[in-house]
């Protein structure tokens, strides 16, 4: 008789959900209209409570458009009306809505405009494993007013929800980095909506 071999598990046999499947949707990172002068791209790592990188999480963001406006605009799910098929955005409005995925280092991006002084954040709605309830953050965008909000929500911790400046040769000034931390010593500060 033959010994037998080790498989990976099936999707089956292991806990989900699984947030990468069927959620995520081209463009979904692209909030702002292409090409736009005044795009700023919020980036970041999701992780666990060891500090490991998740490679399977999902985030939704809103956020007000520069102008304090909360309409956004249409594109996120397009339709073409003779076959179905997804079109995706349309390269020409602001949505204020973006889905990503992390990918296996963790990482996700999405370009944007920057939120008004009334509203300096995107809101953000973290979807992973081991999580049986999704998550609610905000990335508050440095050096737009909202600073002093953080202190007053979260005391010291509110530092974990500032998107801070970052500076990358050719990125000019619009560049932010905002990492999740699921648990731990630097744990995100999580808002309860309930």
Not at 99 to 118: I, Q
Not at 119 to 136: I, K, N, T
Not at 164 to 183: K, P, T, W
């Amino acid at each position: 008789m033959p010994e037998p071999v080790a498989c990976d598990p099936t999707p089956s046999q292991t806990v989900g959900p699984f947030y990468g499947y069927a959620l995520p949707f081209p463009g979904g990172g692209e909030i702002a209209p292409t090409g736009h002068p005044e795009s700023i791209t919020v980036h970041g790592y999701v992780y666990d409570g060891h500090g490991e990188p998740v490679p399977d999480a999902l985030l939704e963001f809103w956020q007000a458009a520069p102008d304090g406006s909360l309409a956004g605009g249409t594109g996120s799910w397009r339709r073409d009306a003779a076959s179905g098929g997804f079109l995706g955005r349309d390269g020409i409005g602001f949505t204020g809505f973006g889905r990503v995925a992390t990918g296996a280092d963790g990482h996700w991006s999405v370009r944007t405009l920057p939120p008004p002084p009334a509203a300096p954040y995107l809101a953000v709605c973290l979807f992973a494993r081991g999580l049986s309830r999704h998550l609610f953050t905000r990335a508050y965008v440095e050096g737009l007013g909202g600073e002093g909000e953080l202190t007053g929500m979260a005391g010291e911790r509110g530092e974990t929800m500032l998107a801070r400046r970052e500076s990358r040769e050719g990125l000019g000034e619009g560049l932010f980095r905002f990492d999740v931390h699921l648990q731990g010593e630097k744990e995100t500060v999580f808002l309860d909506f309930g």
